[in-house]
């Protein structure tokens, strides 16, 4: 299945540029699943109500579209755990919670997504394309499977798993409570969920696809996004400069906003999607369709926006050169295009890495040779942290 995942600074359109990216592919084959968290019913001209949590036909053979309930979800998941716990609850004279009374918290909805995500990933479709949020939490949510279960490694062990038989007894001999069954299973059943989606997320046929309206915020979004995204080694598929106006207009106060326009385009990839402005908010799978071909109107190459044939950046490896022979290092090579030294941080703990880059961090295992190795300094240059690696005399095999 072909994955594109849409996000971009609020208000650029990137719930309309989804809902334009999946009929532009439907139209040419294939069974399609456009997923969103904001209605989706205005844009695709439909009903109000049309689209709900389960998958909907969509007006033209093949094009599906549904919408994440946060509510809804944590309803269903609040009132499940209450009947997990239940004997618990009764002991305590506790009462019970109604699914009426039940609203959303905080990281509901990203809890949804990923749920939803899931449930698609299981799905019988050609292409799945999903309108996340806006750009700093979309990063923050594709992050969000690979750090919950390091810390259920963490806090519950899968080797201390294997002792549950012996619990019983160890509770009676030490006088002090065991962790119940019940938490291990439910952690267990937490894992195989996180990581159904982050094999989605990491899925070499899973690109993600930023739309911004060029300007001076999107230029830094793009360039926080390409950070982002090397860090947590995703890939980018072509961007998307939405809402470009025509290049030919007489009119001088609206050549002054396309001359602006022009200056941020330059600092975009070459290799771009470029959508015009149709002169109001795209409403229909009519106006979605114009979206398809503007580009060459408004003086950018006639690309569609479908994912027929997506050129993709795909997520760069982090090498080790080996320098042992030469300077006794090795230096693992970081790839973070468009980083700064002052926001950059990294902290040796353990067998880990600790990498910060403004406002994201990611915790990654070193690679087995590094672990015999202590930090004796890193670099940022063109792009790319090199961390120096010495090997340490008391752990490297002798020879090696």
């Not at 949590?53 to 094009?63: E, I, Q, S």
């Not at 004279?93 to 990933?121: I, M, Y």
């Amino acid at each position: 299945m072909r994955t594109v995942l849409v996000t971009g600074p609020g208000g650029a359109g990137r719930t309309t540029i989804a809902a334009a990216t999946a009929l532009a592919t439907v139209r040419r084959g294939g069974r399609v699943l456009l997923l969103s968290a904001d209605p989706l019913d205005d844009v695709l001209g439909l009903d109000p109500g049309t689209v709900g949590p389960d998958p909907a036909a969509v007006g033209t053979d093949g094009l599906w579209a549904a919408r994440v309930d946060p509510g809804e979800h944590f309803r269903t998941e609040t009132l499940a755990l209450q009947e997990r716990v239940a004997a618990g609850l009764d002991l305590l004279g506790a009462r019970r919670l109604a699914g009426e009374e039940l609203t959303p918290l905080p990281g509901s909805e990203q809890s949804a997504l990923l749920q939803a995500l899931r449930r698609a990933a299981a799905g019988d479709w050609d292409t799945l394309v999903v309108d996340l949020p806006p750009l700093r939490d979309a990063l923050a949510l594709l992050a969000l499977p690979e750090q919950l279960r390091r810390y259920l490694r963490r806090l519950l062990p899968q080797e201390r798993q294997a002792a549950r038989a012996l619990r019983p007894m160890m509770a009676q001999l030490a006088g002090i409570p065991m962790p119940a069954q019940a938490l291990y299973e439910t952690a267990a059943r937490w894992d195989t969920e996180l990581a159904a989606v982050q094999r989605l997320i990491e899925d070499p046929a899973t690109t993600v696809r930023l739309v911004a309206e060029p300007g001076p915020a999107a230029a830094r979004a793009l360039r926080t996004a390409r950070t982002a995204l090397a860090l947590y080694g995703l890939r980018a598929d072509t961007p998307v400069p939405n809402r470009l106006l025509p290049h030919d207009t007489a009119d001088p106060w609206l050549a002054t906003l396309v001359a602006q326009q022009h200056k941020y385009l330059a600092e975009w990839p070459a290799a771009r999607r470029p959508v015009g402005h149709l002169g109001r908010d795209p409403q229909g799978l009519d106006d979605l369709a114009l979206l398809d071909t503007t580009g060459t109107a408004f003086g950018e190459p006639g690309t569609d926006i479908s994912l027929a044939a997506p050129e993709v950046t795909a997520g760069t490896p982090w090498p080790v050169e080996d320098r042992l022979a030469e300077e006794n290092l090795l230096v693992w090579c970081v790839p973070l295009p468009g980083a700064v030294k002052s926001e950059l941080n990294l902290v040796r703990r353990d067998d880990e890495l600790l990498l910060t880059v403004g406002p994201f961090r990611r915790i990654v295992p070193l690679p087995s040779a590094l672990r015999r190795c202590t930090v004796t300094g890193a670099a940022l240059t063109d792009g790319v942290l090199r961390v120096r690696f010495t090997p340490d005399p008391a752990l490297w095999p002798r020879g090696h």
